[in-house]
């Protein structure tokens, strides 16, 4: 099973500053990772797949980049309602694996 | 509109049985695979199977294989989580969720399974 590292595990970030979220698999999984959001008691939302591609719905400040192993969640000038859980899932090989998130919060 | 709504919340007993359910409406559910991913209090998420409901072919995750069953009803469009002996280290939230088009399996894997469409949880409680 491939392991998926987040980082850093707490982001404070002030409103409109940019925000940039790590996710490192142990092995690679070519553009096979999504990003998902979760805010406190909400149900998970997809934001990214394919590395790259933005989920129906999902503003255009939000931005997936990288390949292979590395892989980074832009949040290009935060919002207040931007505060939740990332978690970052690769699916390129079985059994798909979530990261352990990282929790982003406003200044 | 793609929906999946669950059963409501359950509390239990250590050793008891159990059944979720998930009810899919807005799409074919037989043409789109079914997950379920596991969230215990305070923690991330963890994938444990999916089922298509179309020809009732059931992945696990290797942790969940043995511990947990997946099945689905194609005549009321309904998955379902079932536990035959719960412990008190099964309680979390339990969500559905229904991977992307592109999602499909071969005999020895799966691919493209990100889900796209959740429902809203069923917080499972284990305790004596």
């Known amino acids: 099973e491939k392991v998926m590292t987040q980082s850093p595990a707490t982001l404070s970030v002030s409103p409109g500053a940019r925000a940039t979220l790590s996710c490192r698999a142990s092995q690679t999984v070519s553009s096979n990772l999504a990003w998902y959001q979760q805010k406190p008691g909400h149900v998970p939302r997809l934001l990214i797949y394919g590395a790259s591609t933005r989920a129906t719905g999902i503003p255009a400040r939000f931005s997936g980049g990288g390949s292979g192993t590395e892989f980074t969640l832009t949040i290009s000038s935060l919002q207040s309602e931007d505060s939740a859980i990332y978690y970052c899932?690769?699916?390129?090989?079985?059994?798909?694996?979530f990261g352990q998130g990282t929790k982003v919060e406003i200044k | 509109e793609v929906q999946l709504v669950q059963s409501g919340a359950e509390l239990k007993k250590p050793g008891e049985s159990l059944k979720i359910s998930c009810e899919a409406s807005?799409?074919?559910?037989?043409?789109?695979?079914v997950g379920w991913v596991r969230q215990m209090p305070g923690k991330g998420l963890e994938w444990m199977g999916i089922i298509h409901p179309g020809d009732s072919d059931t992945r696990y995750s290797p942790s969940f294989q043995g511990q947990v069953t997946i099945s689905a009803d194609r005549s009321t469009s309904t998955a379902y989580l079932q536990w035959d002996s719960l412990e008190a280290s099964d309680t979390a939230m339990y969500y559905c969720?229904?991977?992307?088009?592109?999602?499909?399996?071969?005999?020895?894997?799966?691919?493209?399974?990100?889900?796209?469409?959740w429902g809203q949880g069923t917080l499972v409680t284990v305790s004596s």
């Open positions: 807005g799409y074919t559910f037989t043409n789109y695979w």
């Open positions: 969720a229904r991977p992307s088009s592109r999602a499909h399996c071969s005999s020895s894997s799966c691919y493209n399974v990100f889900f796209d469409s």
């Open positions: 899932q690769q699916y390129n090989d079985w059994p798909p694996e």
